[in-house]
T-cell receptor
Framework: DGGITQSPKYLFRKEGQNVTLSCEQNLNHDAMYWYRQDPGQGLRLIYYSQIVNDFQKGDIAEGYSVSREKKESFPLTVTSAQKNPTAFYLC??????????FGEGSRLTVL | EDQVTQSPEALRLQEGESSSLNCSYTVSGLRGLFWYRQDPGKGPEFLFTLYSAGEEKEKERLKATLTKKESFLHITAPKPEDSATYLCAVFKAAGNKLTFGGGTRVLVKP
């Protein structure tokens, strides 16, 4: 089946640790996105990539890093510089013109 | 600065009680307005795209409309399975990204 696969679904991190969230898509979409969602809130854009080997900061990029070495993959690293990383992270891909296809999300909890 | 505001934040309905959700926006160069449905602990699912004022789209009990300043999502005779968070988002061609509102949590009680 075509779609977006995020892993892990749940992740626990100790303070000071970096963690990497995986996002893979087999929809052959050029654009990929990472959003953060806090309880009862909408989605805020962290990073996005419109093509391989290129990516742009979104509205809340501080404390996060990404790479886009392959069309299918867009991993997100939550670094120790992110002061409040506990959240629900959503990856999406798009064929263009705004329609996004989302993964099932990864819930990160800092212990 | 682009802004997308959804109201109300939460809505409790009895089964069969129709209502409307609002999404107001201030965006320069709007290319499209999107509605998504999100179930708890899941990723959002695409519902509608509206491109120009006056446009309407329907899907089962949902109908989305668009003016130059806002969009409405009408839920007609809702059922408990319509309970979800409904998100609207605006798309600008510059930057190729969506900006989301805060969402409306809808609970439909039998």
């Amino acid at each position: 089946d075509g779609g977006i696969t995020q892993s892990p679904k749940y992740l626990f991190r100790k303070e000071g640790q970096n963690v990497t969230l995986s996002c893979e898509q087999n929809l052959n979409h050029d654009a990929m996105y990472w959003y953060r969602q806090d309880p009862g809130q909408g989605l805020r854009l962290i990073y996005y990539s419109q093509i391989v080997n290129d990516f742009q900061k979104g509205d809340i990029a501080e404390g996060y890093s990404v790479s886009r070495e392959k069309k299918e993959s867009f991993p997100l690293t939550v670094t120790s510089a992110q002061k409040n990383p506990t959240a629900f992270y959503l990856c999406a891909s798009s064929p263009g013109y705004g329609e996004l296809f989302f993964g099932e999300g990864s819930r990160l909890t800092v212990l | 600065e682009d802004q997308v505001t959804q109201s109300p934040e939460a809505l409790r309905l009895q089964e069969g009680e129709s209502s409307s959700l609002n999404c107001s926006y201030t965006v320069s160069g709007l290319r499209g307005l999107f509605w998504y449905r999100q179930d708890p602990g899941k990723g959002p699912e695409f519902l509608f795209t509206l491109y120009s004022a006056g446009e309407e789209k329907e899907k089962e009990r949902l109908k989305a409309t668009l003016t130059k300043k806002e969009s409405f999502l009408h839920i007609t005779a809702p059922k408990p399975e319509d309970s979800a968070t409904y998100l609207c988002a605006v798309f600008k061609a510059a930057g190729n990204k969506l900006t989301f509102g805060g969402g409306t949590r809808v609970l439909v009680k039998p």
